[in-house]
């Protein structure tokens, strides 16, 4: 996700995103940008506030209807004992503020203490974005 963020080639869609049991970097600081305080006094920013605008000031000042289209699918276990489910709804939710369309299913029980891929329900979930993202469904 955070290398989704971080293009510079704007022009063209990504043919799609999976995403599952994870967490996006630097979420706190993307919401700030896009409130309008990422442009703030340098006293007001933080090193990682300036990073952050660094790697992501090419959609941040032009964003692309393309890149914006690629379409994403993110799951997450919501009893993940390694990365908390809250962390994945956050991920949610920042790239949903920027603009992209986010698919987001949550499930129960997966193996690896709610850290693995729901078999099936998940499998089949991503198998069916994947077919609906290059038409093929």
């Known amino acids: 996700m955070w290398t989704l963020l971080c293009q510079t080639r704007?022009?063209?869609?990504?043919?799609?995103?999976?995403?599952?049991?994870?967490?996006?970097?630097?979420?706190?600081?993307?919401e700030k940008i896009l409130?309008?305080?990422?442009?703030?006094?340098?006293?007001d920013r933080s090193?990682?506030?300036a990073f952050v605008e660094s790697m992501t000031s090419a959609w941040i000042t032009a964003p692309s209807?393309?890149?914006?289209?690629t379409p994403?699918?993110?799951g997450h276990g919501t009893d993940d004992a390694m990365v908390d489910v809250q962390l994945g709804r956050e991920a949610?939710?920042?790239l949903s503020k920027v603009g992209f369309r986010v698919?987001?299913?949550?499930?129960?029980?997966a193996e690896l203490e709610g850290h693995w891929i729901k078999v099936p329900e998940e499998v089949d979930d991503?198998?069916?974005?994947?077919?609906?993202?290059?038409?093929?469904?």
């Open 126 to 137: 991503i198998t069916a974005f994947l077919k609906r993202s290059t038409g093929s469904d």
């Open 72 to 74: 994403m699918f993110l």
């Open 10 to 30: 704007l022009d063209r869609r990504l043919g799609g995103l999976v995403a599952t049991k994870t967490w996006l970097p630097f979420a706190k600081n993307i």
């Open 35 to 43: 409130a309008g305080r990422g442009n703030a006094s340098q006293d």
């Open 65 to 69: 209807r393309s890149l914006l289209s």
């Open 103 to 109: 698919e987001w299913k949550e499930y129960l029980g």
């Open 47 to 49: 090193d990682s506030d």
């Open 92 to 94: 949610r939710d920042v």
